[in-house]
């Protein structure tokens, strides 16, 4: 059984810039959420995909943007990137929407915004 | 904001002696889960405790839970200097669909 994975593991953007990241959920997961962790904080939840629909968003401006794909992979987009978008971003795959599971995080992708 | 605050923020202990960490949070809940992060890595999931459950145990660890409090504790027993890492609390509201709020975390560091 694959876990979660995402892609890539170190990114380093200009502000202003946009950038994608990426995610393929454990086999038979189809929920995927993502998190941003600030250094030193605990995770913030961006959003969550369910069959391709986002289901919830947390406090993240409309900038932060997401698509899940058929197979349950998900991507997610930050447009005109500011320096407090620097940060871990943590793509979570769940078996079901409901709230009594456990979810399986990836290894985040760590985003450095100049 | 975060739902949670884990107490103490940082946490030092020998070898052997055991870690407790403990999580407040503000309202209802579906369930309360601890989750273990390595250098600010990926998060692993430690155990999942339910509203109506108070106490549960998963090989060295032990949850409790107290709703009337809102709050939980999350005990390590006999440590070792592999459980150095930052563990978190996060809770999912009663009702609500399958996202985590998390606390900011307490760093525990285990000396040999």
């Known amino acids: 059984e694959t876990g979660v994975t995402q892609s890539p593991t170190h990114l380093i953007k200009t502000r202003g810039q946009q950038v994608t990241l990426r995610c393929s959920s454990q086999s038979g997961h189809n929920t995927v959420s993502w998190y941003q962790q600030a250094l030193g904080q605990g995770p913030q939840f961006i959003f969550q995909?369910?069959?391709?629909?986002?289901?919830g968003r947390g406090n993240f401006p409309p900038r932060f943007s997401g698509l899940q794909f058929p197979n349950y992979s998900s991507e997610l987009n930050v447009n005109a990137l500011e320096l407090d978008d620097s940060a871990l971003y943590l793509c979570?795959?769940?078996?079901?929407?409901?709230?009594?599971?456990?979810?399986?995080f990836g290894p985040g992708t760590r985003l450095t915004v100049t | 904001s975060q739902q949670g605050e884990e107490d103490p923020q940082a946490l030092s202990i020998q070898e052997g002696e055991n870690a407790t960490m403990n999580c407040s949070y503000k309202?209802?809940?579906?369930?309360l889960q601890w989750y273990r992060q390595n250098s600010g890595r990926g998060l692993v999931h430690l155990i999942l405790i339910r509203s109506n459950e108070r106490e549960k145990h998963s090989g060295r660890l032990r949850v409790t839970l107290d709703t009337s409090k809102k709050s939980s504790s999350l005990l390590i027993t006999a440590s070792r200097a592999a459980d150095t890492a930052s563990y978190f609390c996060?809770?999912?509201?009663?009702?609500?669909?399958?996202?985590?709020?998390f606390g900011a975390g307490t760093r525990l560091a285990v000396h040999p």
């Open positions: 979570a795959s769940s078996p079901s929407i409901a709230g009594g599971r456990e979810q399986y």
């Open positions: 995909y369910y069959r391709e629909e986002e289901n």
């Open positions: 996060a809770t999912v509201f009663s009702g609500g669909y399958n996202k985590l709020i």
């Open positions: 309202t209802s809940i579906n369930n």
